[in-house]
């Protein structure tokens, strides 16, 4: 029922006040994740089928300007299946294949090594680079959280204090210890929530309580924005949550629906949004924000 109410108010709010502006670049198969570096864009596409879990090796990385033109439609030649959550980290580009972890340099395009998950999981999804020998990545099949070491090529589960069902985006606050997560739920329902795991303790704090099937996640300028897919269709949504003002919640007013919203990165001032179920991407300019509800 939240999720229906929150469907209607923002048809609703669709029809007054200006959208936020927003630019699409089409093209892709079924585009996952994005990252950027302080030159290019790196878009994760799952192949021609929408198999996020075949290893049928039609998987690739392109590369990207910062206005969305390709620059190289398959600069990392490793043979990948299923590519979805991103990475960055200084000349290293992570990849999350599967059931494996890819690390790519991401001057040459060549592969550096990789971590193998296999029995553990599937589905693989996000990133989130915690320090130079550190990762953590959600195997959203398993509602499972790992952590994993650079140095050995090892990794262990987290083990939070609740179940955080069909954990899939991540982010990373180092100084404040913590690791943002949302969910994409389970059995079909949706139950996704979203919050942040303190790792001092991993202790999951919820942040609001309205449930959804939530993807990709980040925070800019204080400033936590997230995706919910509402349904398997185009009726996406773009959040935000301002943590310095008692996590006021906020929907953004864009031109249209999302279909299917994945994992966004910020570049220029632009939210990059994968829509997957429409082969584009959404920039979304946030330096003026344009919301419309609370």
């Known amino acids: 029922m939240k999720n229906v ?9 669709l029809t007054s006040s200006k959208a936020q502006e927003v630019t699409k670049v089409g093209g892709f198969n079924y585009p996952e994740s994005v990252a950027s570096d302080a030159t290019f864009l790196y ?9 996020p879990t075949d290893k049928d090796g039609d998987g690739k990385i ?11 439609n398959n600069f990392f030649k490793e043979i990948l299946n299923a590519p979805k959550g991103l990475a960055i980290d200084g000349d290293i580009l992570f990849v999350a294949d599967v059931d494996r972890i890819v690390a790519f340099d991401i001057k040459t395009g060549k592969k550096l090594y990789e971590v193998d998950f ?3 999981t599937s589905f693989l999804n996000d990133i989130a680079v915690w320090d130079k020998t550190t990762l953590y990545v959600s195997a959203t099949d398993k509602s499972k959280l790992f952590k994993v070491n650079l140095t050995n090529k090892t990794f262990e589960e987290v083990l939070t204090d609740v179940a955080i069902d069909g ?4 982010y990373a606050d180092k100084g404040a210890s913590r690791l943002y997560v949302n969910g994409f739920g389970t059995n079909n329902q949706v139950n996704g929530t979203i919050g942040y795991i303190n790792l001092k ?12 099937l939530y993807d990709g996640i980040t925070i ?11 349904a398997p269709e185009k009726k996406g949504i773009l959040v935000s949550v301002d943590l310095l003002n ?3 919640m906020t929907v953004m007013k864009l031109p249209e629906f999302i279909g299917g919203p994945a994992d966004l990165t910020v570049s220029r001032d632009n939210l990059v949004i994968p829509a997957m179920l429409e082969g584009t991407l959404y920039f979304v300019n946030i330096k003026k924000e344009l919301m419309y509800i609370n």
């Open 5 to 13: 109410l929150l469907t209607l108010s923002l048809i609703l709010g």
């Open 43 to 51: 878009v994760a596409d799952i192949g021609a089928k929408m198999k």
């Open 62 to 72: 392109i590369r990207l300007d910062k206005a969305g033109k390709v620059v190289d």
């Open 118 to 120: 296999v029995p553990q």
């Open 167 to 170: 954990i899939n985006g991540l």
């Open 201 to 212: 303790d991993n202790k999951f704090t919820q942040l609001i309580q309205l449930e959804g």
């Open 220 to 230: 800019y300028q204080d400033v936590l924005y997230f995706t919910n897919w509402i």
């Open 246 to 248: 008692n996590h006021k």
